[in-house]
């Protein structure tokens, strides 16, 4: 059985993954790493951690387009006014989670007080104290049997609860809209347009199917960084620096490069499409000769 | 006695070393890269103490390439272009470079370019056909204290050496 493809829609001509379960299929299944590029609801101030959408590469969005594990679907649609039944739907919705949201509130509460019962009874023997030796001291009659009764006897449901106003119901903000079935495939790409982009194409698609996995590798000062594996287990080994063929660079910019790679050891490797439409891949060391 | 006299005067001293006169008979005509040659052959001789340097014309890039190795008990040899720092590379000119400078005591398929700056100072770079995965950092390790201790070595030599001269 097929899987359903995973639905990439574009923003700003940039691939993004909405879906939870998509965003981790694209990892677990394809290798295809992306970059959270989203805020977490509950950790907003920071950015150590961000959250969905993943963000692709046009590189790895490709590449999922073309082995026909991803479709590309139009966004756009969720920018129309909601129709009546959709609204409809929402109201249903957010009144059947406050009303689940509350009952789960009282039956917590019930729990608390339980724990709690003892704690609860001395408080209200030391109150019921209290006021009747203020009522002593005003020169009031005190029934000395009041003082006597028993507070043993009081139970959980004796306790009166107050229900969770709808106020204080948590809502639940969908990175993917629940609210659209069809999926609108009716999208244009045009990558790879120019013959740079077509080269780094090739050489992500060449080295993602020799089993690596890519990530960007802007932080390196090249087009892709190259693992092993998984990029939470492995340190890159390569940094791939896509070019055209006969594409001339001064000797010091390859000094630069290799001595970089070298620094922070991972092995410079020039990539390109040579004159026979085959991949070249040459790679670059320090000798280490001082 | 002009500047230009004295300078002049040291590149003839180099002109007219054996080697150099060696690498024109060639015929290649490439007085530029035959001088270049001349000085990466000067450093690993001199100053890295390498052992086995010789130097072989390439016909078909029509260039000067050595051949050489760390010492006489590191039998592994390397293969040396001198180039320019003003050069302009691209990668079909490294996969030229790669596919045509080859010599038969050499197993390695690494070329190390030897870049040659105007002012004599030498950068070494090696280049390899293929994807080469960096050294485990065992290794890495190993070569650092192993560099180290040569080096320490060398200055002892060398103080021993102004030692007796005084």
């Known amino acids: 059985m097929a899987a359903e493809p995973v639905k990439i829609s574009l923003v700003s001509n940039k691939p993004f993954i909405w879906n939870a379960e998509d965003a981790c299929i694209v990892l677990e299944k394809y290798r295809i790493v992306g970059a959270l590029a989203g805020c977490l609801s509950r950790a907003p101030r920071q950015n150590i951690q961000l959250g969905l959408p993943l963000q692709l590469m046009p590189e790895e969005a490709m590449l999922l387009l073309q082995e026909g594990y991803a479709q590309l ?11 009546p039944e959709q609204v409809d739907r929402f109201q249903k919705m957010r009144e059947e989670s406050f009303k689940q949201q509350a009952e789960i509130g009282i039956a917590e509460r019930k729990l608390i007080v339980q724990r709690r019962l003892d704690q609860i009874k001395e408080g209200r023997k030391a109150k019921r104290k209290q006021r009747l030796e203020k009522k002593k001291a005003n020169g009031q009659d005190v029934d000395e049997r009041e003082l006597m009764r028993d507070e043993d006897k009081l139970d959980v449901k004796d306790i009166q609860i107050t229900p969770m106003g709808q106020e204080h119901a948590l809502v639940q903000i969908f990175t993917e809209t629940p609210w659209v079935e069809e999926v609108d495939t009716d999208v244009r790409w045009d990558f790879p347009s120019t013959e740079e982009e077509r080269v780094r194409y090739r050489v992500f698609r060449d080295l993602w199917r020799k089993g690596h996995s890519l990530t960007c590798g802007g932080k390196f000062g090249g087009d892709f960084l190259v693992y092993p594996g998984d990029p939470s287990r492995f340190h890159s080994f390569y940094i791939a620096v896509c070019l055209l063929h006969h594409q001339t660079m001064s000797a010091e910019k390859v000094v630069a490069m290799a001595r970089l790679g070298s620094t922070v050891k991972k092995t410079v490797v020039l990539c390109s499409v040579d004159d026979d439409d085959e991949l070249t891949y040459t790679s670059l060391q320090w ?3 001082s | 006695m002009g500047d230009v ?13 054996p080697k150099y006169k060696e690498m024109m008979s060639h015929g290649f005509n490439n007085s530029d890269q035959a001088l270049q040659a001349m000085l990466v052959y000067l450093d690993l001789c001199e100053a890295k103490q390498w052992a086995k340097v010789s130097l072989h014309p390439c016909s078909e890039l029509k260039m000067i390439f050595l051949t050489a190795q760390e010492s006489e008990r590191d039998g592994q040899a390397h293969l040396m272009l001198p180039i320019g720092n003003d050069a302009e590379l691209n990668i079909a000119q490294m996969k030229q470079y790669i596919d045509h400078i080859k010599h038969p005591s050499v197993e390695c398929p690494s070329l190390t370019l030897a870049i040659v700056a105007s002012d004599s100072t030498i950068l070494y770079y090696k280049i ?8 485990p950092p065992e290794q890495l390790q190993a070569k650092k204290t192993l560099r180290g201790k040569r080096k320490a070595a ?9 030692m007796k001269k005084s």
Not at chain 1, 73 to 82: E, F, G, I, R, Y
Not at chain 2, 154 to 162: G, S, T, V
């Open chain 1, 73 to 83: 679907v139009n966004s756009d649609q969720n920018a129309k006014l909601p129709s």
């Open chain 1, 287 to 289: 000798t280490g000769i």
């Open chain 2, 5 to 17: 006299g004295v300078a002049a005067g040291e590149a003839n001293w180099l002109l007219s070393h």
């Open chain 2, 128 to 135: 390899t056909d293929g994807l080469v995965p960096p050294d």
């Open chain 2, 154 to 162: 060398q200055r002892k030599a060398h103080k021993f050496i102004k």
